[in-house]
């Protein structure tokens, strides 16, 4: 480029010019994201196990009409359990009466869920597994054998024999 710059007479030719500045303005755009792609606050995140980005995720509130009552920028690792709270005090701080809560599963971590109960707020999302089965190995899972009257460790590990009522 640095070439071509000292040629007015290149320049001069609109073939040439337009294609220059093309390259210029794309040199300059790569130049730009790879600077913001160093920054220290940017992160890998996760959108599935497959799909991967690097950079910042937003989280947003919004009513049902779809107007953002709040924003809570943060990297992209950064999971969606913990803004849940400030996305909530930054919308009541706008002046937003909030009666319900709705999510993915990812907003559905237990303090989440002893927050919106505190709040009086009816929080509406799926529970996320590690809530609702714990963080329990595969092998450690527990089934109920009906005709047995119990439950029991997939491994065979443990029992509890249901009790007997009269």
Same mark, same amino acid.
């Given at each position: @480029?640095? @070439?071509?710059?000292?040629?007015?007479?290149?320049?001069?030719? #609109?073939?040439?010019?337009? $294609?220059?500045?093309?390259?210029?303005?794309?040199?300059?755009?790569?130049?730009?994201?790879?600077?913001?792609?160093?920054?220290?606050?940017?992160?890998?995140?996760?959108?599935?196990?497959? =799909?991967?980005? !690097? &950079? !910042? $995720?937003?989280?947003?509130?919004?009513?049902?009409? %779809?107007?953002? =009552?709040? *924003?809570?920028?943060?990297?992209?690792?950064?999971?969606?359990? #913990?803004?849940?709270?400030?996305?909530?005090? /930054?919308?009541?701080?706008?002046?937003? =009466?909030?009666?319900?809560?709705?999510?993915?599963?990812?907003?559905? &971590?237990?303090?989440?869920?002893?927050?919106?109960?505190?709040?009086?707020?009816?929080?509406?999302?799926?529970? %996320?597994?590690?809530?609702?089965?714990?963080?329990? /190995? /595969?092998?450690?899972?527990?089934? !109920?054998?009906?005709?047995?009257?119990?439950?029991? *460790?997939?491994?065979?590990? @443990?029992?509890?024999?249901?009790?007997?009522? &009269?």
């Amino acid at each position: @480029m640095a @070439m071509i710059e000292k040629h007015d007479e290149l320049l001069a030719l #609109p073939a040439i010019s337009q $294609k220059f500045n093309d390259l210029k303005e794309a040199v300059e755009d790569d130049l730009e994201r790879l600077e913001s792609s160093v920054k220290e606050e940017a992160r890998i995140g996760y959108k599935s196990a497959d =799909t991967f980005f !690097y &950079g !910042y $995720k937003e989280h947003l509130a919004m009513t049902d009409e %779809h107007i953002i =009552t709040a *924003c809570v920028v943060t990297s992209g690792e950064k999971s969606d359990v #913990p803004v849940l709270e400030e996305l909530y005090q /930054k919308s009541k701080n706008n002046a937003v =009466t909030i009666e319900s809560i709705v999510g993915d599963k990812a907003y559905s &971590g237990k303090n989440n869920i002893e927050f919106t109960k505190k709040e009086k707020v009816h929080l509406v999302a799926k529970l %996320h597994l590690a809530v609702s089965k714990g963080f329990r /190995k /595969k092998e450690d899972a527990l089934f !109920y054998n009906k005709d047995a009257g119990f439950f029991a *460790c997939l491994e065979g590990h @443990m029992a509890i024999r249901k009790a007997k009522t &009269g």
